[in-house]
């Protein structure tokens, strides 16, 4: 019989849940989220993934939401310390990728300043899990040599990007936190040299059972967020490889 044996105190692992789906955790996170004493975990982690946890294990809940934030980064960078401090194991558990869009390298800066130890578990990205699960290969020989990860929400509330760069041809662009800024998005990437008719997608709760995947293109897609009411958490896909769902896209079929 295998030994199960306890993680390190006073230690923390930023594990990254994946998009959604339990199943896509790596067998590295699901061990770990099994064995923490603490786990401190966002908003886009699914109850799934968090009931892994042991029954005894302390729960905190960290999560942020457009424009609801249930604790401070200031303040998490401090707990993750404070919990090991007190010699726990922790898992500080982030949707997707902890180190895409995840403020990940933040709280490790902050450990690292403080002496903690910590450990890093990747993640399947939300761009990576919506394609997938919504038929659009993220690079494709016939369509897109090239796939850009942009944030659609900087720190100063702006949508203040290399425009020219990412309305280059022969690439997909994935904005994630995008929804509130896609009329802006839309526009400057119409207004930097890509057709109007360009294929745009979003993509709500990916990989989720309530995956919603909205097409249109770069001229009508604003509308169609307006009139359908999308809200987030859902990525914005922009390329040709979008025109590829009809033919490929599988899970909201099944």
């Not at 609801?68 to 401090?78: E, G, S, V």
């Not at 007190?86 to 982030?94: A, T, W």
Request: contains cysteine.
């Amino acid at each position: 019989m295998t030994t199960i044996q306890k993680l390190q105190p006073g230690k923390v692992w930023l594990v990254g849940a994946g998009p959604g789906d339990p199943e896509l955790l790596t067998v590295k996170a699901a061990r770990l989220i099994a064995r923490a004493d603490a786990l401190v975990y966002d908003n886009l982690v699914g109850d799934g993934i968090v009931d892994l946890a042991r029954n005894d294990a302390r729960r905190i809940y960290a999560g942020k939401e457009s424009s609801k934030h249930t604790m401070p980064q200031d303040a998490i960078n401090q707990l993750l310390v404070d919990l090991a401090r007190e010699g726990l194991s922790v898992v500080r558990l982030k949707g997707g990728d902890p180190f895409i869009f995840g403020r990940g390298g933040e709280e490790l800066e902050t450990l690292a300043a403080s002496g903690v130890l910590f450990e890093v578990v990747p993640g399947v990205t939300a761009a990576a899990g919506c394609g997938a699960y919504s038929g659009f290969p993220l690079t494709h020989r016939d369509h897109a040599q090239a796939v850009t990860f942009v944030t659609g929400h900087l720190k100063d509330q702006s949508v203040n990007l290399d425009w020219s760069a990412l309305a280059r041809p022969n690439q997909t662009v994935v904005f994630y936190m995008g929804i509130g800024g896609a009329a802006e998005i839309c526009r400057q990437m119409i207004n930097h040299g890509l057709p109007s008719m360009t294929a745009a997608a979003v993509v709500r709760n990916g990989t989720l059972p309530d995956q919603h995947t909205l097409l249109g293109t770069l001229g009508t897609l604003p509308h169609l967020i307006a009139e359908s009411g999308i809200k987030p958490p859902a990525l914005i896909v922009v390329g040709s490889v979008v025109g590829l769902h009809e033919k490929l896209s599988w899970f909201e079929k099944s």
